[in-house]
Nanobody
Framework: QLQLVESGGGLVQPGGSLRLSCVGS????????IGWFRQAPGNEREGISY????????NYADSVKGRFTISRDNGAKTVYLQMNSLKPEDTGVYYC???????????????WGQGTQVTVSS
């Protein structure tokens, strides 16, 4: 059974940091591109960051560039999203997703986790 499980979300003050984890199982994790997406209430799901199977190709949305860092450990079947200098507008449910081949839109991804809530507020 293909599965992705996110963790690491929570409540943090503006300027704080969180590290999200995405653990995969039931498929060849090391061959898949992984994307992080977020969805704020009333908004469409948007892409945040993407990483290729070997980590040699990485992309960030302009809104998080310089603040977020994506990485992966294929031995642990895990992709991380280190989020620094968090802002209230970073609030939302964060999802990871997997696909074969490069993709940057939610519609291109077929395997999704259940999401983890990130709230940035004082």
């Amino acid at each position: 059974q293909l599965q992705l499980v996110e963790s690491g979300g929570g409540l943090v003050q503006p300027g704080g940091s969180l590290r999200l984890s995405c653990v995969g199982s039931g498929f060849s994790f090391r061959f898949r591109n992984i994307g992080w997406f977020r969805q704020a209430p009333g908004n469409e799901r948007e892409g945040i960051s993407y990483i290729s199977p070997t980590g040699d190709r990485i992309n960030y949305a302009d809104s998080v560039k310089g603040r977020f860092t994506i990485s992966r450990d294929n031995g642990a079947k895990t992709v991380y999203l280190q989020m620094n200098s968090l802002k209230p507008e970073d609030t939302g449910v964060y999802y990871c997703a997997a696909r074969t081949g490069w993709g940057t839109t939610p519609a291109e991804y077929g395997t999704w986790g259940q999401g983890t809530q990130v709230t940035v507020s004082s």
